[in-house]
Antibody, heavy 118, light 111 residues
Framework: QIQLVQSGPELKKPGESVKISCKAS????????MHWVKQAPGKGLKWMGW????????TYADDFKGRFVFSLEASASTANLQISNLKNEDTATYFC???????????WGQGVMVTVSS | DIVLTQSPALAVSLGQRATISCRAS??????????MHWYQQKPGQQPKLLIY???NLASGIPARFSGSGSGTDFTLTINPVQADDIATYYC??????????FGGGTKLELK
């Protein structure tokens, strides 16, 4: 069965960087794009962008251009999200999700809580 | 960008019908396809796809969930509401691909 397993929680200081991973299994990794979604504490879902798992090309939503980088380790069926120069407002849970032909996010990772605090 | 508007909360009694609405700032329909989807999220969990393309039940989702709508107005109906359905529900559009947006979420609460 299709599974997306994300890395564990992170506690970072402002200005530091973090890299979180999303390991896919149960399907051919390059068949579906990988999307990233942010959820700040007590808030709703915000789409961050996606990466084409076949070509490796990332696309970022306007609010996530600059400090956010999507990457792949295709041989390990893993997608990564790196955030540099962390700010307090980056404190959130970050989800990876696949989008199938239906145009909906079919499968989700369990989420990674990133806490930024001095 | 297409903005999706949901009421923040809805109070319902167990066994009754819950109707959750989502309004888009512009049409999310193309031809016969209504590109609106619904998710359920419980505290501490990832979202789960309930309904895709406005009215299609995702795999494994109980038949008490249904979706309807077209153009700019969409509805998720739960009938009858069970205790396990207490959660937050989000709509999401894929009309404006490759930019996707979510509604603000509707928290379903017990009356």
């Amino acid at each position: 069965q299709i599974q997306l397993v994300q890395s564990g929680p992170e506690l970072k200081k402002p200005g530091e960087s973090v890299k979180i991973s999303c390991k896919a299994s149960g399907y051919t990794f390059t068949d579906y794009a990988m999307h990233w979604v942010k959820q700040a504490p007590g808030k709703g879902l915000k789409w961050m962008g996606w990466i084409n798992t076949y070509t490796g090309k990332p696309t970022y939503a306007d609010d996530f251009k600059g400090r956010f980088v999507f990457s792949l380790e295709a041989s390990a069926s893993t997608a990564n999200l790196q955030i540099s120069n962390l700010k307090n407002e980056d404190t959130a849970t970050y989800f990876c999700a696949t989008m199938g032909i239906k145009g909906a996010f079919d499968y989700w990772g369990q989420g990674v809580m990133v806490t930024v605090s001095s | 960008d297409i903005v999706l508007t949901q009421s923040p909360a809805l109070a319902v009694s167990l066994g009754q019908r819950a109707t959750i609405s989502c309004r888009a700032s512009q049409s999310v329909s193309i031809s016969r396809y209504n590109l609106m989807h619904w998710y359920q999220q419980k505290p501490g969990q990832q979202p789960k796809l309930l309904i895709y393309r406005a009215s299609n039940l995702a795999s494994g989702i109980p038949a008490r969930f249904s979706g309807s709508g077209s153009g700019t107005d969409f509805t998720l109906t739960i009938n009858p509401v069970q205790a396990d359905d207490i959660a937050t529900y989000y709509c999401q559009q894929s009309r404006e691909s490759p930019t996707w947006t979510f509604g603000g979420g509707t928290k379903l609460e017990l009356k």
